[in-house]
């Protein structure tokens, strides 16, 4: 069984900085996928970013990057220079590479983006 | 507009009642997801379709849920004898490789 989690509380940041939102997984899986994404208050869930578990490199899209470690078994998201409309729920997901891409999602983390 | 849309975007209906949602994928996507969501949680896998078959269900799939897609193309989400505890966002996804993309989603209300 697959496992995301998200303890942060609610977080805040000011404009123009970065923020690292934290996830955790737990898999016996070899091979997986890690997604992020965004939940603005219109309920429409946005993607923003994959990782390979396979993959060398950190993912970037823009001003997300993945921050993936391992070993640590960690997939935080780094967002760089806040926007006021990066304000939103964010949900880490995970998949089994190599069978379908049924995802399982963490409870989310708030980011309030304050001007 | 060629993303994934989904119709209701909101229902509300009486305990009892049967609903019916649809969702169109994105046209090239073999793939099709139903998840559901509740307040303050992340969304839950209900069902996935490769083309018209239907591979997977979910244990919270009771047999009060039904989920078809005939043609490989739309599907529909049929919810018989509604409960309040199916009140919740039912959200649809499409995929062609391995990044599910999202509808907007349908918020059932049962009073």
């Known amino acids: 069984a697959q496992k995301i989690t998200q303890t942060q509380p609610g977080m805040f940041v000011q404009e123009k900085e970065a923020v690292t939102l934290d996830c955790t997984y737990d898999t016996s899986d070899q091979s997986y996928g890690l997604f992020w994404y965004k939940q603005p208050s219109s309920g429409e869930m946005i993607f923003l970013i994959y990782?390979?578990?396979?993959?060398?490199q950190n993912a970037t899209e823009g001003r997300y990057s993945l921050n993936f470690q391992k070993a640590r078994k960690s997939a935080n998201l780094v967002i760089s220079a806040s926007q006021l409309g990066d304000s939103a729920m964010y949900f880490c997901a995970m998949t089994r590479r190599l069978a379908n891409s049924k995802l399982t999602f963490g409870k989310g983390i708030t980011l309030s983006v304050r001007p | 507009d060629t993303g994934v849309s989904q119709d209701p975007r909101h229902k509300i209906t009486k305990r009892g009642q049967n609903v019916t949602f649809r969702c169109d994928p994105i046209s090239e996507h073999n793939r099709l997801y139903w998840y559901r969501q509740t307040l303050g949680q992340g969304p839950e896998f209900l069902t996935y379709f490769q083309n018209e078959a239907q591979l997977e269900k979910s244990r919270l799939l009771s047999d009060r849920f039904s989920a078809e897609r005939p043609k490989g193309s739309f599907s529909t989400l049929e919810i018989q004898r509604t409960e309040q505890g199916d009140s919740a966002m039912y959200l649809c996804a499409s995929s062609l490789k391995l990044s599910p993309f999202f509808g907007p989603g349908t918020r059932l209300t049962v009073l």
């Open positions: 990782q390979g578990s396979y993959d060398e």
